[in-house]
């Protein structure tokens, strides 16, 4: 017995040896590694190999030191602070892995009360997740959650108010509105009203009226969308025509040549799904030079594999000329084309969908007649739902034409 517990203690001893010597060994690896500062360019240039491989040596030793038994706190703590730099290097390197790691690393020093790496930590963690989050690759973003990555700027700017949070906030939304629209729409409907709240509640009542446009178009999905404009006959458009019937609106120019593309294929659709409830409503955005005149001859003298177009145009600077509210201004339509499909409900059930999925859209959308008939009650909380938005857009013109 006597035996056992000395080859016991002499085997722990021996661990214990090894280990205080493993671990100098990696501090070591780590103290000649790491670098003091971070590089004045970084994020607008690749960090040079040579301090990308340091940087890796530095991680590596720190991980294992964390695989140590019985590691102490204070030890982890100082690992912690000497990896924080590096893994910032290597996140701009281009691994969303290191970028992960780092966001931990943050969440960990802030804990543990480092104010000033944490706040240096955490900036680069939001400055590169804005990009993660706003480059479209296979696979996804990186595994990059916008809406946790919006809450954290959110939390940042509460921690360290100024400019300087303001500022990487509109730097996330404006790298958003670089995407195309449907990928951009689909991020500022979840992170626009949350940034909203945000500037209302710190009394930035610019940056959230700037915001009440995108929220408006982003969030259109499941939402009733106003309908509203005068044709290129100068008519105001017919919204009774519209009555229970499925919509596709298509925001176009004549100088398009994408939104020109897709007209054969809608005029198809529209000859294909007319009969059954469909319409369609061309909304030609009047810049460019396309005035009316133009657009009117365009419409009466272009065919399509010897086809007009056969479904009404509206035309937003007639409307302008009106003083009526538009629907490009009203939902910020600010590149093309853009389609939008609209129930019988008055609802929109696709936002920005793929021209190659319209037909089964419209085709479960039209057959679907007999489930979607209004009652009385509903057909008056539509009206009233209108009525109201009329007012308010009214409202908005009279505010605007004040102000001018």
């Known amino acids: 017995m006597r035996t056992l517990f000395w080859t016991s203690t002499l085997v722990f001893f021996f661990a214990s040896l090894v280990s205080a010597q493993d671990l100098e060994q990696l501090r070591k690896i780590i103290d000649d590694n790491r670098p003091a500062t971070l590089p004045d360019d970084l994020g607008r240039r690749l960090p040079p190999p040579e301090l990308v491989e340091k940087c890796k040596k530095v991680v590596e030793a720190a991980n294992q030191i964390y695989a140590m038994p019985n590691l102490d706190e204070n030890t982890r703590y100082w690992a912690l602070q000497r990896e924080a730099y590096p893994l910032i290097i290597l996140a701009y390197a281009g691994s969303p892995a290191h970028y992960s790691r780092l966001a931990a690393v943050s969440d960990e020093l802030d804990v543990k009360g480092n104010k000033k790496i944490s706040k240096i930590t955490e900036e680069h963690v939001l400055k590169i997740g804005s990009a993660l989050a706003t480059t479209v690759r296979p696979g996804g973003n990186a595994g990059i959650n916008i809406d946790s990555l919006a809450q954290r700027m959110i939390l940042y700017a509460e921690q360290y108010p100024g400019q300087e949070s303001m500022h990487m906030i509109d730097q996330l939304l404006a790298l958003v509105h670089t995407m195309n629209a449907n990928h951009r729409d689909r991020r500022l ?91 369609i409503i061309g909304i030609n955005t009047g810049v460019k030079g396309d005035d009316e005149k133009k657009v009117k001859q365009f419409v009466e003298t272009t065919t399509f594999a010897g086809k007009k177009i056969p479904w009404t145009i509206l ?55 007999a489930g979607i008939e209004f009652t009385e009650e509903e057909k008056k909380q539509l009206e009233e739902m209108n009525k109201k938005r009329e007012e308010e857009i009214d409202r908005q013109i009279k505010e605007e034409l004040g102000t001018q």
């Open 189 to 279: 409907a979840i992170i626009a009203p949350r940034f909203h709240k945000y500037f209302l509640s710190v009394n930035h009542g610019t940056r959230a009226k700037i915001l009440e446009t995108d929220i408006l178009r982003a969030t259109l999905h499941g939402n009733p969308m106003m309908l509203m404009g005068v044709d290129i006959n100068g008519q105001d458009l017919d919204l009774n025509s519209l009555r229970d019937k499925v919509v596709l609106l298509q925001f176009w120019g004549t100088w398009c040549p994408h939104c020109k593309d897709e007209i054969p294929d809608l005029i198809s659709l529209y000859e294909k799904y007319n009969k059954s409830g469909f319409e």
């Open 315 to 369: 035309h937003e600077g007639l409307g302008e000329r009106k003083n009526k509210m538009t629907l490009t201004k009203l939902y910020g339509i600010d590149e093309l084309p853009v389609l939008i499909l609209i129930g019988r409900n008055g609802k929109v059930s696709q936002l920005h969908p793929l021209p190659s999925t319209l037909d089964n859209l419209v085709a479960e959308a039209t057959s679907l007649r």
